[in-house]
């Protein structure tokens, strides 16, 4: 459960903002996200926008922003973190609000003009899920890079380098890696590119399958065009399915891209999954009519002036300002993206029991 201790100190206006809106953020969590149960595993996945190096100025993260961001993350029980920055006191500091049974693993940071200094992390609560020791960053022999038509050289590594780690929740061993794949642009070369990530990085899986046995899950942003796209083919062609009740949902704030996807290669089938979808913060924090409230607290040098394009330098209209908030501010204090998630069933128990009958074969326990 989440930490409040710190509220109190606030002052009044602050304070009761930051109290009605948790209030509804639990009430919207509670509408339209399974309630964690003993048989079952939440799982998700959230691109949290540059956390949080405010390394392009539109903030910093509000110190209310983090209580919203924990309040989500408390309802699920791993969460795969994409965006993490080099500095990790943010994501400390959200874990700690989150209560002592929470914790994290992350890797190091991608180094390059592609990796944006990012790190990948799991947010995890330790009473409900497993980490079984096993972590690594996925880095690809020299015969598998990735490379597109026309490129120089031998291939790349990919953009931001994903993550793998392997846990268990009530019966179910899993394997669990997180991407956040390079987006470029939709056509020519920088496509090419990204699903050529794709493909390679669902191939390196299919592959290593193979080789150790067991379930495997690619979740993060995969920056997917569309479910009829080849960006999505290239996570098929290699064995990875979207469940049906994943499938469909649109994750950027527009609801109009299938940039994040949870992607199952599935061995054992006693694995069935539940409800699934995603989260809009939206409906309870940083709304459209929270503009005057959080007017002051806005960047006036990008709140009042167009920054780039034909009206650069040019005042905004209060319109513009509004449209300022809601399609860019909010998203440097929470995200541009949506939290995507499914529940998926663990308790294996009556299968088990079943296979210990006479004349069938025992299943791993």
Known sequence: MPHYRSIPSYGDVER???????????????????KPGPDSLLLATWNIRDFDSNKFGHGPRLR??????????????????????RDLTPLRRVVELLGEDWTFIVTAVTEGSSGGQERMAFVYNWKRVKFTNLAGQVVLPKTRLVTTPGQAGDGLQFARTPYLASFRAGWFQFNLSTVHIYFGKDTG??????????RRIAGHFKELQEKEPGDYILLGDFNI???????????????????????GFRTNLGKNKFYDQIAFRQQDRRLEFGSAGTFDFRDA???????????????????????????????????EKRAYY??????????????????????????YLGSLLPGETPLAN
């Open 189 to 198: 070369d920088e496509l090419e590119r990204r699903i050529e990530e794709i």
């Open 285 to 319: 924090v940083y709304r459209e009519e929270d503009f005057e409230a959080y007017h002051d607290h806005m960047p006036a040098h990008l709140r009042d002036f167009h920054t780039q394009g034909a009206k650069k330098g040019q005042p905004r209209t209060e319109e």
């Open 16 to 34: 009761s903002r930051v109290i009605e809106r948790l209030l509804a953020l639990r009430a919207a969590l509670d509408e339209k996200v399974a």
């Open 225 to 247: 065009i569309s479910p009829q796209h080849r960006t999505m083919e290239a996570l098929r062609e290699s064995g990875f399915e979207i469940p049906a009740a994943l499938q």
């Open 326 to 351: 809601n399609r860019e501010w909010i998203t440097w204090q929470m995200s541009d993206h949506l939290l995507l998630w499914v529940e998926l069933k663990v308790d294996f128990t009556n299968d």
């Open 64 to 85: 209310e922003a983090f209580h919203y961001i924990a309040e989500i993350l408390a309802r699920f029980d791993l969460v795969a973190v994409q965006e993490v920055n």
